[in-house]
């Protein structure tokens, strides 16, 4: 039997920020996200840049937790606080569930999400009267 040692994996380069950084302490995670140009991200800066696509675009795909009590980028470093959660029936995923939220500069949010099997939410700005 051979005794294996835990390395921490090497630091990485955040092409966002610019900054050496290491995956956070007792995460599985890598500690970054890459974009679809293959640009390393830190969660920190995955928030903002996630943040500032929801301000623009007006839509995010983010996640319903098991409590649906928060919705959340993929590594949850950002994160909004839900509402009232409405079950409802759905013709082919056979539930959805709808909640509300206040997103990044305090506009109003709604995410719903399909089925019992998932935690993607698919969330739009709620538009103004």
Known sequence: MTDETFTLPPPFHCDTCGLDAYAPAGSLGTGYGVDDKGRKCCYQCCAKVD???MREHGRMTLYLDASKR???????????????VRKGRHNIAGVRYDTWFMGP???SWHAVQYGDNTQIAHCKRVKRA
């Open 70 to 84: 928060k919705v959340s980028n993929w590594p949850g470093s950002l994160a909004f606080t839900t509402g009232a």
């Open 105 to 107: 500069d305090n506009t």
């Open 51 to 53: 943040a500032d696509y």
